[in-house]
């Protein structure tokens, strides 16, 4: 079993940064894939960002040059620091763990964190 928290969620003005931070139990962090979705009201989640196990990273096409995923394997922790937040970014961003190989459909990731709001105002 593996647990997700999310942190580092609020209230921005558009323009404006945030880094969120999701710490992950278990021993075999460096094993794990991570990605990281949201879901804003009304509205299907979608895919934003992932990493893999050996570091490579992909992100959607709507984030990509503003989202940075990145990983710390020593603190079993994967951040996404925004930049450049619009308020289309709003939702709640969920992280989500799977072995190994990252994707860009959630239905393949076996674990997931509760979620953190992102609010961008403009």
């Known amino acids: 079993q593996v647990q997700l928290v999310e942190s580092g969620g609020g209230l921005v003005q558009a323009g404006g940064s945030l880094r969120l931070s999701c710490a992950a139990s278990g021993r075999t962090f460096s094993t794990y894939a991570m990605g990281w979705f949201r879901q804003a009201p009304g509205k299907e989640r979608e895919f934003v960002a992932a990493?893999?196990?050996?570091?490579?990273?992909y992100y959607a096409d709507s984030v990509k040059g503003r989202f940075t995923i990145s990983r710390d394997n020593a603190k079993n922790t994967v951040y996404l620091q925004m930049n450049s937040l619009k308020p289309e970014d709003t939702a709640v961003y969920y992280c989500?763990?799977?072995?190994?190989?990252?994707?860009?459909?959630?239905?393949?990731?076996?674990?997931w964190g509760q979620g953190t709001q992102v609010t961008v105002s403009s």
């Open positions: 990493i893999g196990w050996r570091g490579s990273t």
């Open positions: 989500a763990t799977r072995i190994y190989y990252y994707s860009e459909f959630g239905d393949r990731y076996d674990y």
